[in-house]
T-cell receptor, first 112, second 115 residues
Framework: SQQGEEDPQALSIQEGENATMNCSYK?????LQWYRQNSGRGLVHLIL?????REKHSGRLRVTLDTSKKSSSLLITASRAADTASYFC????????????FGSGTRLSIRP | GAVVSQHPSRVICKSGTSVKIECRSL??????MFWYRQFPKQSLMLMAT?????????EQGVEKDKFLINHASLTLSTLTVTSAHPEDSSFYIC???????????FGNGTRLTVT
């Protein structure tokens, strides 16, 4: 079963704008990860944030984690057409760190 | 370069036939591999965890006799969809990670179409 939900399900923005995606999860976790998937392809890991971290940056990506609310957000700044993809959050269950469960995903479209 | 190789990338088969999908870890030995299934515009659903040298661990609702998993070596896991039906048509993706809790590396997926 899926661990979490993401919103929005779909997001369309103008190139250059910032894109924010949110993820909520249900159980305690060790870490939370964000992945990107281009249509018909496998997923690519973007960033991992541990349960004791609140914010993490990687290039144009900024991830926040609020364990009290069981939620995370992914911010992509200065979006580019090449950022068009689906974005998924994924969590490991605290009790079973080997299993990684994915959220429902956000389909991001960047308009040129 | 690619960390995980998945083959084939696309397969079309007739109902009742079996299809084997291979997943190879190219960069490191993997005692555990994960098999996911993805329907169009939906998320990845974990089907099973493949364990080298022992039985796979299947998620609730996944038929182990339908989806046979073999993890005979530290670099290869196979998923066989037996007696495939049109409802088995989907995108199947394997993944590995170096350690528990570390990022997953994904294969490019296999698009299965059962006619």
């Amino acid at each position: 079963s899926q661990q979490g939900e993401e919103d929005p399900q779909a997001l369309s923005i103008q190139e250059g704008e910032n894109a924010t995606m949110n993820c909520s999860y249900k159980t305690s976790i060790n870490n939370l990860q964000w992945y990107r998937q281009n249509s018909g392809r496998g997923l690519v890991h973007l960033i991992l944030i541990r349960s004791n971290e609140r914010e993490k940056h990687s290039g144009r990506l900024r991830v926040t984690l609020d364990t009290s609310k069981k939620s995370s957000s992914l911010l992509i700044t200065a979006s580019r057409a090449a950022d068009t993809a689906s974005y998924f959050c994924a969590t490991d269950a605290y009790s079973s760190a080997s299993k990684i469960i994915f959220g429902s995903g956000t389909r991001l479209s960047i308009r040129p | 370069g690619a960390v995980v190789s998945q083959h084939p990338s696309r397969v079309i088969c007739k109902s009742g036939t079996s299809v084997k999908i291979e997943c190879r870890s190219l960069d490191f030995q993997a005692t555990t591999m994960f098999w996911y299934r993805q329907f169009p515009k939906q998320s990845l659903m974990l089907m099973a965890t493949s364990n080298e040298g022992s039985k796979a661990t299947y998620e609730q609702g996944v038929e182990k006799d339908k989806f046979l998993i073999n993890h005979a070596s530290l670099t290869l896991s196979t998923l066989t969809v037996t007696s495939a039906h049109p409802e088995d048509s989907s995108f199947y993706i394997c993944s590995v990670n170096r350690d528990r809790g570390s990022p997953l590396h994904f294969g490019n997926g296999t698009r299965l179409t059962v006619t």
